[in-house]
């Protein structure tokens, strides 16, 4: 092989290596682009035809995987390279590659379960081990929650498949309970007709269910009234707030006292 061989054969392998780099620039900005554009046209779908947005999210990352893969695939034959060869390289690392995505494979298939089941979806206030916060993103391989205090929490797929979830949202109403702790001197009549017109004094209680009141304990040193009502999830913590400060009000404004713990004791020569 002489000189112009050498170099006809360096142009070749150039020019390919040179058109496989290219189509994986242009493919990688072509999946972005039109990752992009589904987005907004999922958007706009979901808007008028009430689309999920969780199953949005989450055909929108399948895409956006299986395009990238395409394109990598794709430049790699470009460059002259065997796709025979490509194929028994993924095939003999295929357990090693397992074992390391081993957690990210589990992932993928808990964030198929949450597609399929749906048991929490965008938007949704829940619960999730001690973890409170309204749902953001169901994703291929994460699940992001914002808390109420402002805090981004990201949560691995496999692990909301394998935990007790509280939805909060799905029934659209939750009940609120407080506990009045008033002396023993109180009449129990009085203070039942207190709560009751302070549940219908309250924005936000909603009359059905209707509030209900019992005396829930006798305690060491008081007598434990409880007061059980049901608001709308938006309206719940104004309800609960309310609540426990126009309680303490009106206990005030009828003399009922409120008792710290006592303890009696007896002196024995």
Not at 162 to 178: H, V
Not at 192 to 218: F, I, N, Q
Request: contains cysteine; hydrophobic residues 45%; proline residues 4%.
């Amino acid at each position: 092989m002489d000189f112009s061989d050498i170099l006809s054969t360096l142009k070749s392998s150039g020019l390919k290596l040179v058109a496989g780099l290219l189509v994986l620039g242009v493919g990688i900005w072509a999946v972005r682009f039109f990752s992009r554009r589904f987005r907004r046209r999922l958007e706009k779908s979901g808007r008028v035809n009430k689309v999920d947005p969780t199953v949005g999210r989450f055909l929108e990352n399948v895409i956006r995987i299986a395009l990238y893969v395409l394109v990598v695939l794709t430049s790699a034959h470009i460059m002259g390279i065997p796709m025979t060869s490509v194929v028994a390289v993924v095939a003999s690392a295929g357990v090693a590659v397992s074992l390391a995505l081993q957690g990210v494979l589990t992932n993928l298939v808990g964030g198929v379960m949450l597609v399929m089941l749906k048991p929490i979806a965008v938007g949704e206030y829940v619960k999730i081990d001690s973890l409170e916060g309204t749902v953001q993103a169901i994703g291929a391989i994460y699940t992001t929650l914002t808390t109420f205090d402002g805090k981004r929490v990201t949560i691995p797929n496999s692990n909301l498949t394998n935990t007790p979830i509280t939805n909060f949202t799905r029934e659209g109403k939750r009940r609120a309970e407080l506990t009045y702790s008033v002396s023993y001197r109180t009449d129990m009549e009085q203070m039942m007709a207190l709560l009751r017109d302070l549940a219908a004094s309250t924005p936000g209680v909603l009359p059905d269910p209707a509030p209900v009141v019992h005396l829930s304990a006798c305690s060491s040193s008081s007598l434990d009234f409880v007061l059980r009502v049901w608001a709308g999830n938006a309206e719940y913590w104004d309800v609960y707030f309310s609540l426990l400060e126009n309680g303490k009000r009106a206990l005030d404004k009828a003399g009922i006292e409120i008792p710290y713990p006592q303890m009696d004791v007896h002196m024995r020569q």
